[in-house]
């Protein structure tokens, strides 16, 4: 604010002792260089010792809540109050010289009235405005990451901003009026000098270095940021969702670098919740379900339902601590897992050695029964890899029986608002869990209905077994076996 009001006061002394003196009877000019410098002296040393005041107790410690805030409020008050202090030494420099021109008891030519003041006046705009402008920067580095590590300055209340559009039109008065209305007092100055054209190439030079300096502090104040939110947007659209926005502004890009981050957060809430739902439900029916909050109510669909169980486990488990037990399951469900996603299914419920998959279960794959049949398949050709593994793991090889179905079932989620949970249900899903435990009184590791038959093209190769009747339905059904 000091380099700023210095310079402003250079250029306006300057044109005051060039074009005004003219204007003026001896004793008036006399008295109109005295007053300058009495004024100077006598006017200026106080605003600087108010405005050092004013930055140093900044330095106090902050015993209590109230009093941060209110050190926060003086912060973001800061620019306004140095445009203040130093805009009142330029006020009063008019009717202090004034004054000092009257006591000549000469009267004042008409034309000092008008330029005296009006000059006055574009200095200070001026330097006013790039006074601003430094503060403005200076506090947002030096200042705001001291008093603002917990709020955003711009949600501070109870305080007074200029906005990017007051900053604006501030910028465009300094930079371009200030220096056109410079200009044309030349021009209709009563007393032209020898000077003036060389004063004029210094006003337009002042003008052109004020539109500069000021460009450069709003490019930091408003384009750097814009630049920095951008880029920021950038990175959320290619997946990273660790970028923060630096909210340390008081004006609207505080608010915005504000509710960038709170979108951020929750973009990376919702992922880490449709990640971790992922691993219950698949992160397809995940993404679905945050989507989309009608299919936790439950909708219908044609769906494939796959029932799988290890041979013998519960024997098995009697030989058996419980720790190794869960980590043969552990081993099991891992490799069976990867086969059924791999084949567009979704890993339902895990029930002890039990595995009961869903495919179709979006509504976007056509041939699930398809792909259920060949998830079977490859679960019973996988069990070659799968043993091989257990076997270096010290368990023994695992048989297992799959059984498939597909018909109608209501897919959705199910329980108390407590306790939900993502699954199927229905007679398909009865069913299929029934054609799995066929499996061992049958002979055949993997079977499948009529239904599911029916709905896959091109068929794998199986036979057409005689129709058996089934626990918990009337009538018999046909089953396939599908060679593995």
Not at 83 to 94: F, K, M, N, T, V
Not at 112 to 136: E, K, M, Q, R, Y
Not at 237 to 265: H, Q, Y
Request: glycine share 10%.
């Amino acid at each position: 604010m000091f380099l700023a009001q210095a310079i402003g006061s250079i250029f306006n002394i300057t044109y005051n002792l060039l074009h005004i003196p003219p204007l003026l009877t001896p004793a008036q000019e006399v008295s109109f260089k005295s007053s300058i410098a009495i004024f100077n002296s006598i006017v200026y040393p106080p605003l600087v010792l108010v405005w050092a005041f004013l930055v140093f107790r900044l330095r106090r410690p902050v015993p209590d809540a109230a009093a941060l805030q209110k050190r926060q409020r003086a912060v973001i008050h800061l620019p306004i109050v140095s445009a203040g202090i130093a805009g009142a030494g330029w006020l009063l420099s008019i009717p202090a010289l004034f004054l000092g021109l009257e006591r000549s008891g000469e009267a004042i030519n008409p034309h000092v009235w008008f330029h005296f003041p009006v000059s006055i006046c574009i200095a200070a705009v001026v330097a006013l405005t790039i006074g601003f402008f430094s503060i403005d920067w200076a506090r947002q580095r030096l200042l705001f990451p001291c008093y603002f590590q917990s709020v955003s300055p711009a949600r501070l209340e109870g305080t007074f901003r200029l906005s990017i559009s007051g900053r604006g039109k501030l910028w465009t008065l300094a930079a371009s009026i200030c220096p056109i209305f410079s200009l044309l007092l030349l021009l209709i100055d009563p007393t032209p000098s020898d000077g003036d054209i060389g004063f004029a190439l210094a006003v337009a030079g002042s003008g052109v270095l004020c539109a500069i300096v000021s460009s450069v502090l709003m490019s930091r104040l408003v384009v750097t940021p814009v630049e920095e939110m951008r880029r920021a947007a950038d990175r959320v659209g290619k997946g990273d969702l660790t970028v923060k926005m630096n909210p340390l502004r008081a004006d609207e890009f505080g608010l915005l670098a504000d509710e960038f981050n709170a979108m951020v957060a929750g973009l990376r809430e919702k992922d880490r919740i449709t990640s971790t739902f992922g691993r219950h439900v698949g992160h397809e029916i995940a993404e679905q379900l945050m989507r989309n909050e009608e299919e936790l109510q439950g909708v219908e669909r044609i769906v494939s339902v796959l029932f799988a169980d290890i041979r013998g486990f519960t024997t098995r488990c009697e030989s058996l601590a419980p720790v190794e037990a869960v980590r043969l399951l552990n081993l099991y469900h891992e490799h069976m897992t990867e086969i059924i996603e791999e084949h567009g299914g979704i890993v339902n419920q895990l029930i002890g050695d039990g595995i009961m998959a869903l495919f179709g279960a979006t509504g976007k794959s056509p041939g699930h029964a398809g792909q259920a049949i060949e998830a079977g398949r490859a679960m019973l050709g996988g069990l070659e890899d799968l043993n091989a593994k257990l076997k270096t793991q010290g368990f023994e090889p695992v048989k297992i029986g799959v059984g498939v179905n597909s018909g109608t079932a209501v897919v959705g989620t199910i329980g108390s608002p407590r306790r939900m949970e993502y699954t199927a249900i229905g007679d398909t899903v009865n069913t299929a869990s029934r054609i799995e435990s066929l499996t061992k009184d049958l002979g055949h590791p993997l079977l499948v209905s009529a239904s599911a038959w029916d709905a896959t093209d091109p068929k794998p190769e199986g036979i057409r077994l005689d129709p058996i009747p089934i626990r918990g339905r009337s009538g018999e059904i046909v089953l396939y076996s599908v060679k593995v």
